[in-house]
């Protein structure tokens, strides 16, 4: 059975580019190292692990071999310790243009080199031994500050972000780290990035980008200046402080931004628990009573709904539908089977979950269409979502909106998503990655990229991103943090041999599937 999981701390994977823009590279044959890959795939990752030893050494672990980085006293480099021995530990050294310098602990010589010729024997720095680092985690998360226990999150009206809040909840709470410059800036869902003096500005200026610093498992910000962001006052508002080394007041966590939804029922009214425990669809506006948690089960691919009151959804006696579960079992998974632009839900009873004639969700529905609204526009209230949507369905099928990626990056099995150079493709097999802009309607999104064009589907599968009309796409999310796109022909977007982002995959499976 699946355990809780709403607050994960993500595992810090990176790579490093040397000063010739080349990947540090482990080798299976062998376990030689070099820095001969022009991009980041999966032997350009590596792992940084505090030394066991408490002390202010790090190991570098291949997140591919599983094995440790280590020089020895002759200089020489490989990749091939199982567990991690006294050569394997290094000291990071933050440059002030935001490269690393690895030391050798033991041997206090330098790391770099090129291509093949690499080696821990440099008893000065030059720009061989400079690394920068690029993170290959998904670059779309939420920030957790270590020493107040709260999430950042923007504050349009203070015009600033703080670290103020209990749960990372809405759209307000989702990061974009976005690599510039060999440095990283802090991208808000509205576009802005955060400036060393609490500001947020539309443009990623020198004072907006950050040095990453990694202590003890969590992640510090450096600014231009050498000071390090921070909660500031009894707001916790987001700003570079005086201290120039990282304490605990300096220290964030990355966790996993979980998928956030709002559900539109046939009555074209929100499903809510803000009366009360029992799930019903009875509201015109979507705020926290009506947006939830949405996980999906690894094994089962089975999903639960966490609410902001602090339950999931439960099937309880005669099928009915309440917030009240406090941990995941098999009477909070939900199975999603996705009809166009609607899903339906079943419960483990094996029935449908649908809206009675009181608006309440209960799990009584042997199929879909079991149940039928009585006219159109029945029990829809002014100001509601009706306007906006086509006639409803079934009562056993509900839309389904994403509202936590308003930008959006997508990774396949190859790499990011990116606009292809010198065309208007789209590539799937990038190291860097490009951040859209997601736009939703009755069911479906709608994706635009650079320049303001919207993704479109051409002839024989192909896709561009300069289209002058939205086209629609629908979204289903198939595995845990992963989501299939499926295009008006009916195909999935997949990626490929040809690193060209396609429409033309039959399944929602295997290189159909991105990360987001």
């Known amino acids: ?87 394997c530990r290094f000291l990071v050294l933050p440059q002030p243009d935001g490269r690393w310098v690895l030391q050798s602990e033991p041997h206090r010589r330098f790391f770099g080199g090129t291509e093949d010729r690499l080696s821990c024997f440099a008893t000065a720095i030059s720009p061989a031994e400079l690394w920068t680092v690029h993170l290959a985690i998904h670059p779309q998360a939420h920030l957790l500050s270590v020493s107040r226990r709260r999430y950042v999150h923007l504050c349009p009206q203070e015009d600033e972000m703080a670290a103020d809040g209990d749960m990372p909840w809405g759209v307000d709470a989702l990061l974009t780290l976005i690599f510039q410059s060999r440095r990283y800036c802090l991208k808000s869902c509205d576009s802005r990035y955060l400036r060393s003096d609490g500001r947020l500005v539309w443009e990623p200026e020198a004072r907006a980008c950050y040095t990453l610093e990694f202590k003890a498992g969590k992640l510090a910000f450096k600014d231009c200046e050498g000071h390090y962001l ?60 009506e947006t939830f948690l949405m996980q999906i089960d690894q094994e089962t691919k089975k999903c639960t709904f966490y609410c902001s009151t602090g339950g999931y959804w439960t099937l309880v006696t005669h099928g009915g539908i309440q917030a009240t579960a406090t941990q995941v ?84 099995l190859d790499g990011f998503v990116c606009h292809h150079r010198g065309s208007n493709q789209l590539d799937t097999n990038r190291s860097v990655y490009d951040v859209f802009h997601l736009s939703f309607s009755d069911g479906a999104y709608q994706i635009r990229g650079r320049g303001g064009g919207f993704w479109n589907t051409g002839s024989h599968g192909s896709v561009c991103s300069d289209g002058e009309r939205a086209e629609d796409f629908l979204f289903e999310f198939r595995e845990r943090g992963r989501l299939a796109i499926r295009a008006r022909s009916g195909k999935y977007l997949r990626g490929g041999a040809s690193g060209l982002l396609r429409a033309d995959a039959d399944a929602p499976a295997g290189v159909a599937l991105w990360e987001y």
């Not at 580019?17 to 991009?39: C, H, I, M, Q, W």
């Not at 792992?47 to 071999?65: T, V, W």
């Not at 009894?234 to 709002?262: C, I, M, W, Y």
């Not at 002014?382 to 306007?387: F, I, N, T």
Request: with cysteine.
């Open 1 to 87: 059975m699946p355990t809780n999981g709403l607050h994960q701390v993500l595992k810090i994977q990176f790579g490093l580019v040397n000063d010739s823009d080349r990947y540090l590279t482990a080798e299976s044959f062998g376990f030689k190292v070099n820095a001969s890959a022009p991009s980041l795939k999966r032997k350009q990752i590596w792992l940084l692990e505090p030394d066991p030893g408490q002390g202010a050494a790090l190991l570098f672990r291949s997140s591919h071999l599983g094995r440790y980085l280590s020089a020895g006293d002759d200089g020489r480099v490989a990749c091939e310790a199982e567990r991690p021995g006294r050569d």
């Open 230 to 289: 921070a909660p500031v006052g009894p707001a916790g508002t987001l700003k570079a402080g005086r201290n120039t080394r990282p304490g605990k007041d300096e220290l964030f966590d990355l966790e996993e931004s979980h998928p956030q939804v709002v559900l539109v029922a046939a009555n074209q009214r929100y499903v809510s628990v803000r009366q009360g425990v029992n799930v019903s669809a009875n509201q015109d506006e979507e705020l926290d009573h």
């Open 329 to 412: 079992s098999a009477n909070t998974l939900f199975e999603m089977e996705w009809r166009g632009r609607r899903v339906a839900l079943k419960a483990s009873n094996g029935r449908y979950v649908c809206m009675k004639k009181n608006g309440q969700l209960a799990a009584i529905s042997d199929f879909v269409g079991a149940h039928s609204l009585p006219a159109w526009g029945a029990g829809a209230g002014k100001g509601g979502p009706s306007s906006a949507l086509s006639p409803p369905g079934k009562d056993e099928e509900f839309i389904l909106k994403l509202i936590n990626r308003p930008l959006l990056v997508l990774r396949g």
